[in-house]
């Protein structure tokens, strides 16, 4: 169809001005709105305002401007139904040839930190949307465009076409159309939802990332959507798995519980190894001691760039993946020796990569629930023993309690102040994780005496602590709010031990 009356109206004004000079020089006849019709005359370009096109004055500081019989009627008519014709001849419609609407910034306001209920229902487009809509419905004769980057396709398309664009691209751009508006309107109700607390309903529209190989096994297809590439750069080795990406994920929440230099070794999305120390290389031995078999095949994370002595004792064992804001150019040699191995680069600070929410499916539908990414401090807790916990103590239990948070429940995890000495994961009594963790510890040639036992949820019965007080723990970190907790208590002060509760638990299904 021949482009001979194009409306363009746009919040986002980006090389807006040489489309339109462009159109102009084609015979278009632009017609515009509000601030985009003063860049464009600014510009020196032809247009009309839309008011003189609609003969109606834009009212209410430009809420209704373009719903107007006018314009819905120049883009819905059928070209070519004789019974359209007449009735457009007859209600006096210009046939619209092409619209170019973006949309009021929603997302981008409602991103703010300070957003207000009334600054987002302001920013809620009407008239673009309802634009959108009739000329998508209409693209056998009426071209629409919604993204600045496909402008030059578009003018390409015209200067191919005598003038015209094809029907294949107006295909293309009318689904592109549904899916703007679409997302426009997801981004409103869940924002709407959220803020009012209704809980009506929920839905998300992510764009595809990347398709996998294959899900979890490869029997199963998998494929990634959002924007993790905001947050991760694959810097060498082969594409990225399900299960790589899970475990990528699982590292960074880690990871972002520590300021101090810090080396953590994940698999299966589990801590198997933590340790902090200013020398990063001293980190990883305090992180590996924990554990020397599991790292096979695991996940490495830091919060520090990767220095060469560093990739030096790391290259020693197999790896999937590590995680680093940065590799230094000496560190990257030594590792990209190794073709298999994924190199990620963390783009942001870990706690700016964190979801805020977690969804799972499940039968019939999805559970959703704010992500567990609470940063308590220790001023929050409360010794229920008669004995206080020494300050190093103390520091053991912190460190514990900021791991096993990440451990699969039911979880346990023996720690000092500055590394893991035995983690006990996914266990179906808290006794037997303890076991394990303690085993564990002992498999590694680690000794529990004066470590600190953290745990998820509570110990329902004294067993678990009093396996924890004969392994070494001299203090322990628990959520509390077990009706056992009392006997739970004494356990503690028959054995001179110190405790903290919580208050807050930190189950990982």
Not at 243 to 260: G, P, Y
Request: glycine content about 6%; aromatic content about 8%.
């Amino acid at each position: 169809m021949k482009i001979r009356r194009a409306l363009i109206s746009v919040s986002d004004k980006t090389r807006i001005a040489a489309f339109a000079r462009a159109l102009e020089r084609q015979g278009v006849d632009i017609i515009s709105t509000g601030g985009t019709a003063q860049l464009l005359r600014k510009e020196k370009i032809p247009v009309r305002e839309i008011s003189s096109f609609t003969a109606f004055p834009e009212v209410l500081d430009g809420r209704v401007k373009t719903l107007h019989p006018r314009v819905h009627g120049g883009l819905l008519y059928k070209r070519g139904n004789v019974k359209h014709e007449a009735e457009a001849r007859e209600c006096g419609f210009e046939p619209i040839d092409m619209v170019v609407v973006n949309l009021y910034p929603f997302e981008a306001t409602i991103a703010k930190a300070e957003v207000t209920l009334a600054d987002a229902i302001e920013n809620i487009d009407i008239g673009g949307p309802s634009m959108i809509r009739s000329a998508a419905k209409n693209y056998e004769s009426v071209t629409v465009v919604v993204d600045p980057a496909d402008y030059d396709a578009v003018l390409e398309n015209i200067g191919d076409n005598k003038g015209e664009t094809t029907l294949k691209l107006r295909e293309r751009l009318a689904i592109k159309a549904f899916v703007r508006t679409a997302n426009y309107d997801r981004a409103i109700s869940s924002f709407l939802n959220k803020e009012q607390t209704t809980d009506a309903s929920f839905s998300q529209t992510l764009p595809l990332t990347m398709r996998l190989r294959y899900g979890e096994n490869p029997h199963q297809t998998g494929a990634l959507y959002g924007d993790f590439d905001k947050y991760f750069e694959k810097l060498h080795g082969k594409e990225l798995s399900f299960n790589n990406i899970l475990d990528i994920s699982a590292a960074t929440n880690l990871i972002a519980e520590f300021d101090e230099p810090t080396v953590a070794i994940l698999k299966h999305t589990n801590p198997c190894g933590v340790g902090t120390d200013a020398d990063l290389r001293k980190a990883w031995d305090k992180a590996y001691a924990t554990d020397k078999q599991a790292p096979f095949g695991g996940v490495i994370v830091s919060n520090r760039l990767f220095s060469e002595s560093l990739a030096k004792v790391i290259s020693e064992i197999f790896s999937e993946v590590i995680i680093a804001p940065d590799f230094d150019a000496e560190a990257r040699a030594i590792l990209q020796k190794k073709k298999n191995l994924r190199l990620i680069r963390l783009k942001t600070p870990p706690l700016e990569a964190r979801p805020t929410s977690d969804i799972r499916s499940v039968c019939g539908g999805v559970l959703v629930q704010d992500a567990d990414a609470t940063q308590e401090t220790s001023s929050e807790y409360r010794t229920v023993t008669k004995r206080r916990p020494t300050k190093t103590e103390l520091n053991a239990m912190l460190f514990g309690w900021r791991v096993v948070k990440h451990v699969k429940s039911n979880a346990i995890v023996y720690a000092k102040a500055d590394r893991t000495l035995g983690i006990g994961a996914g266990q179906m009594s808290r006794v037997d994780a303890s076991r394990i963790a303690i085993w564990k510890a002992k498999e590694a040639g680690l000794s529990l005496k004066g470590s600190a036992v953290a745990s998820d949820a509570f110990f329902p019965f004294r067993d678990g602590l009093i396996a924890a007080a004969n392994a070494g723990a001299t203090c322990g970190i628990q959520p509390g709010g077990s009706v056992r907790d009392e006997e739970v208590i004494a356990a503690a002060d028959e054995r001179n031990m110190a405790m903290i509760f919580t208050g807050i638990r930190h189950f990982r299904h």
